[in-house]
C-alpha cells in the first residue's frame, strides 16, 4: 500500500468516526428520546475493524469520544469537566470495543451484528459494575438492580450500534467498491 493510500483511506476512516461522533452532540436536544442511542459503539468497532494501524484503531476513536465528552459535559454542566471516576470503566469499555472489531476479518451483516450484540452485552455487564457509582449499594443485589435499570438503555445503544455500523460499514464497503484506493494491498490481492 503506497503512501498516498493510506493517507487516503485514513483521512476517509477520520472523517466517518468524527462525523458519526458529532451525532452524539445532536443526541443532546433530545436526551430522553435517544438516550444512549449513540454510534460510540460502532465508531469503536468500526475504527477496530478499519484501521491497518493498531494504535490508530485504537487512538482515533478514543480521542473523538473523548473530545465528544468534553462538549457533551459543558453542555450539561455548563463547565468544562475532563472526567469523573464512573467515566473509567466507559472508557475501558471502549478500548475493549476497539479490540473486538479488530477481530472482525470480514465486514458482513452477520458478523457486523454479532459484534454489535457481543459489545452490548458486555458494556450492560461491564459498565454497571457497581465500583464507582453511588446510585445503587455496592452489592451483588445493587448490581442486579443496577443492571435491570439498565435494559432500556441497553435496547437503546443496540439500537444505535445497528444503525451506526450499517452506517459506517456499510457507507465504507461501498466506498470502497467504487474507490479501489480505499482497499488494503491484501483486498487488492484477492
Not at 494501524?53 to 465528544?68: H, I, Q
Request: charged share 10%; glycine share 6%; with cysteine.
Amino acid at each position: 500500500m503506497t503512501l498516498q493510500k493510506i493517507n487516503t483511506r485514513n483521512a476517509v476512516l477520520i472523517l466517518m468516526i468524527v462525523a458519526a461522533g458529532a451525532f452524539r452532540l445532536f443526541a443532546y436536544n433530545y436526551p430522553y428520546v435517544l438516550s444512549n442511542f449513540n454510534p460510540v459503539g460502532a465508531i469503536a468497532l468500526f475504527g477496530g475493524a478499519y484501521f491497518t494501524d493498531k494504535w490508530k484503531a485504537y487512538l482515533v476513536p478514543l480521542l473523538v469520544l473523548f473530545v465528544s465528552d468534553l462538549f457533551l459535559n459543558h453542555l450539561y454542566s455548563g463547565h468544562w469537566e475532563i472526567m469523573d471516576k464512573s467515566s473509567i470503566m466507559v472508557y475501558v469499555f471502549f478500548l475493549l470495543m476497539v479490540f473486538i472489531g479488530s477481530l472482525i476479518k470480514k465486514a458482513n451483516v452477520l458478523n457486523v451484528f454479532a459484534v454489535s450484540l457481543l459489545g452490548v452485552v458486555l458494556h450492560w455487564l461491564l459498565t454497571d459494575i457497581p465500583l464507582f457509582g453511588t446510585l445503587y449499594p455496592h452489592t451483588f443485589s445493587g448490581y442486579m438492580q443496577s443492571l435491570t435499570a439498565a435494559i432500556p438503555f441497553e435496547k437503546n445503544m443496540l439500537f444505535g450500534d445497528i444503525v451506526f455500523c450499517a452506517i459506517l460499514f456499510g457507507g465504507f464497503e461501498l466506498a470502497k467498491s467504487k474507490y479501489t484506493f480505499l482497499r488494503t494491498n491484501r483486498e487488492v490481492a484477492v
